[in-house]
C-alpha cells in the first residue's frame, strides 16, 4: 500500500510542474506577443522560473518515493 501512495504523491508533483510550466509558458507567450522588443529578457525569465519549478517538482518525486 506504501508504494501505491507514494507512486500518487510523484504523479501529482510531476501533474502540478506541468500544469505550472505550462502556465509560465502561455503567458510569456502572450508578454512576448504585447512587447516583442522585451522577447530575450521575457525569455530568460521564463527559463529561470521553469526550471524553478522543475526542481520543486523533483523534490517531491524524491520525497514521495523516499517516503516508502
Known amino acids: 500500500m506504501g508504494g ?3 507512486a500518487i504523491g510523484a504523479g501529482l508533483a510531476v ?3 506541468g ?3 505550462g502556465q ?3 503567458h510569456a507567450m502572450d508578454a512576448i506577443a504585447r512587447q516583442p522588443e522585451a522577447h ?3 525569455q ?3 527559463i529561470i522560473a521553469a526550471a524553478l519549478v522543475e526542481g520543486v517538482a523533483l523534490f517531491g518525486v524524491v520525497v ?3 517516503s516508502k
Open 4 to 6: 501505491s501512495i507514494a
Open 15 to 17: 501533474i502540478g510542474a
Open 44 to 46: 530568460t525569465t521564463m
Open 64 to 66: 514521495a518515493l523516499m
Open 24 to 26: 509560465i509558458g502561455g
Open 40 to 42: 530575450s529578457k521575457i
Open 19 to 21: 500544469i505550472g510550466i
